[in-house]
């Protein structure tokens, strides 16, 4: 079955620990994004990558970081310098940057 | 500024078309008008997208308007599972990368009434 999946879907972890929420796409698509979620409020981009071993930051990358060395994958860490962590995220692929985008199911991270 | 203007929430009934508006007054001539929704604490879902012509797939039919100032999302039998947040983007659609991140804005709240 081909898809976007996240994993793991419920994360909790303490304050001041760094967490690195899974990406991988079986779609052969070029580009991958990170969005967050808060609760009544739309989607705020983080990060997005056009093609392996590139990315760039969206309009919220503070306090996060991504790395790209595969087509299939693009972790997202949140760090301890990221001062809300506890959000829904979303990671998303396309076959080119800017073709319409497929979503996985979503990462809920709970920061205590 | 935004892009794009839509209801914040609209009601319809269950087996009726639901018309959802959007307004994009300030289009240039290479972007696409795409719609995605997302139903409560999922991933959004890519809906359809259009540059100038009307479009329809298996899930709706998109309607541009002839100066593409606005256009319309058709979903032309809505069910209970239709009920979601539809949002409604402007972008190029560039394979060569000359393309904004992809942003959201708030949507409409689409309720379908049993």
């Known amino acids: 079955d081909g898809g976007i999946t996240q994993s793991p879907k419920y994360l909790f972890r303490k304050e001041g620990q760094n967490v690195t929420l899974s990406c991988e796409q079986n779609l052969n698509h070029d580009a991958m994004y990170w969005y967050r979620q808060d609760p009544g409020q739309g989607l705020r981009l983080i990060y997005y990558?056009?093609?392996?071993?590139?990315?760039q930051k969206g309009d919220i990358a503070e306090g996060y970081s991504v790395s790209r060395e595969k087509k299939e994958s693009f972790p997202l860490t949140v760090t301890s310098a990221q001062k809300n962590p506890t959000a829904f995220y979303l990671c998303?692929?396309?076959?080119?940057?800017?073709?319409?985008?497929?979503f996985g199911q979503g990462t809920r991270l709970t920061v205590v | 500024d935004a892009k794009t203007t839509q209801p914040t929430s609209m009601d319809c009934a269950e087996g009726r078309a639901a018309n959802l508006p959007c307004n994009h007054s300030t289009i240039s001539g290479n972007e696409y008008v795409y719609w995605y929704r997302q139903i409560h604490s999922q991933g959004p879902q890519y809906i359809i997208h259009?540059?100038?012509n009307n479009e329809t797939n298996e899930m709706a039919s998109l309607i541009i308007t002839e100066d593409r100032k606005s256009s319309t999302l058709i979903l032309p039998h809505a069910t209970l599972r239709d009920t979601a947040v539809y949002y409604c983007?402007?972008?190029?659609?560039?394979?060569?990368?000359?393309?904004?991140?992809?942003?959201f804005g708030k949507g409409t709240h689409l309720i379908i009434q049993p």
């Open positions: 259009g540059l100038k």
């Open positions: 990558s056009q093609i392996v071993n590139d990315f």
């Open positions: 983007i402007v972008r190029v659609r560039d394979s060569g990368g000359g393309a904004d991140g992809l942003t």
């Open positions: 998303a692929s396309s076959i080119f940057f800017s073709a319409e985008a497929f």
